[in-house]
Structures are given as structure tokens and as C-alpha cells.
Nanobody
Framework: QVQLVESGGGLVQAGGSLRLSCLLSGRTFSTYRMGWFRQAPGKEREFVATIIWSGGGTYYADSVKDRFTISRDNAKNTVYLQMNSLKAEDTAVYYC??????????????????WGQGTQVTVSS
């Protein structure tokens, strides 16, 4: 089992920045890929970004490309999502996710085995 705990959410004005963190614990050695997803009220949970736990393999949703950066610090068992130039439409609950093995559809919710409880990000316009 892998446990994930997100932090760093909050209220920010449009154009501002936030950095989300996701702390992993448990069977972290079995983790292959990490992802960030988000869910706005009344909408489906959608893919935001992903990274291979050992490094590399980063991909982003078109809506956040060039504004968000995913990174990881294996020594701290933590994955980050740096969010810059935030927009009102970025308002959502952000979830961290982990896969236990190689996955093909890296943008699919169903490909990830473990999820955090989510952290709220609210961007005021």
C-alpha cells in the first residue's frame, strides 16, 4: 500500500502562484509514476500532469502547459506541482495519484492505483 497526503492548497488571486506537495509513505519502492489530477465542482476529474517517480517522463494537460511544473524529490518522498499564472478556471480540488507499475494511458484516472484526499485550490478573479 502507498499513502498519499497533499498539502499547499489555498486561496490566491488570478496571476498568482501556489506550490502543491504530495508526501508518499508506505511501499514507495513499488511506485512507478505519479500524477496530479483536479476536479472542479460539477465536472469530471481531469488529468493535470504526470512524472515518472525515478525521474523524467513528464507530460502536461494542454490547459496547464507552460504554467505548471511537476517535479519530485525522492529523498523527501515528495512530488510537487508548481502552479504559476493561475486563472479562475484552475479552481478545483487537486489530487495526487500513484501507479504501482508501468502504465500506458498516463492521462487516465483508472491507470493509477492510489490517491490522496485532495487539496482545494481557489483562484479569485
Amino acid at each position: 500500500q502507498v499513502q498519499l497526503v497533499e498539502s499547499g492548497g489555498g486561496l490566491v488571486q488570478a496571476g498568482g502562484s501556489l506550490r502543491l506537495s504530495c508526501l508518499l509513505s508506505g511501499r514507495t519502492f513499488s511506485t512507478y509514476r505519479m500524477g496530479w489530477f483536479r476536479q472542479a465542482p460539477g465536472k469530471e476529474r481531469e488529468f493535470v500532469a504526470t512524472i515518472i517517480w525515478s525521474g523524467g517522463g513528464t507530460y502536461y494537460a494542454d490547459s496547464v502547459k507552460d504554467r505548471f511544473t511537476i517535479s519530485r524529490d525522492n529523498a523527501k518522498n515528495t512530488v510537487y506541482l508548481q502552479m504559476n499564472s493561475l486563472k479562475a478556471e484552475d479552481t478545483a480540488v487537486y489530487y495526487c495519484a500513484a501507479s504501482e507499475g508501468i502504465i500506458l494511458n498516463i492521462r487516465s484516472r483508472g491507470a493509477y492505483n492510489y490517491w490522496g484526499q485532495g487539496t482545494q485550490v481557489t483562484v479569485s478573479s
